[in-house]
């Protein structure tokens, strides 16, 4: 069973930045068990829905339409970790926000066969 850690996240005014990290209990984008990663962002009744993800090969990011620009996603193979980086952090991007794990992208999401973090909270006032 995978398990994923997450850090970061807090309280910051509209225009700061927070950074998010999730750490895999296992090797990741390397052929194995976990070749995708991401960040899903969900408020009080309204489905989680996805921010970000990063697949194994070079340029297989994924960002939101909402949060390019503003968001970057990264990953360190040696450490088996993701980061998302948020800058210019606006009031709608409040949520709690969920790291997850997948074989493949398509397979990361609600619904499907994915690891998923605890969540950490993200509050942006305005």
């Known amino acids: 069973q995978v398990q994923l850690m997450e850090s970061g996240g807090g309280s910051v005014q509209a225009g700061g930045s927070l950074r998010l990290s999730c750490a895999a209990s296992?090797?990741?984008?390397?052929?194995?068990?976990?070749?995708?990663m991401g960040w899903f962002r969900q408020t009080a009744g309204k489905e989680r829905e996805r921010v970000a993800h990063?697949?194994?090969?070079?340029?297989?990011?994924y960002l939101h339409r909402s949060v390019k620009g503003r968001f970057t996603i990264s990953r360190d193979n040696a450490k088996n970790t993701i980061d998302l980086q948020m800058n210019n952090l606006k009031p709608e991007d409040t949520g709690t926000y969920y790291c997850?794990?997948?074989?493949?992208?398509?397979?990361?999401?609600?619904?499907?066969?994915?690891?998923w973090g605890r969540g950490t909270q993200v509050t942006v006032s305005a």
């Open positions: 296992e090797s990741t984008f390397v052929g194995g068990a976990i070749n995708c």
């Open positions: 990063i697949g194994h090969q070079e340029g297989s990011e």
């Open positions: 997850a794990a997948a074989y493949t992208c398509p397979q990361l999401g609600p619904g499907h066969n994915s690891y």
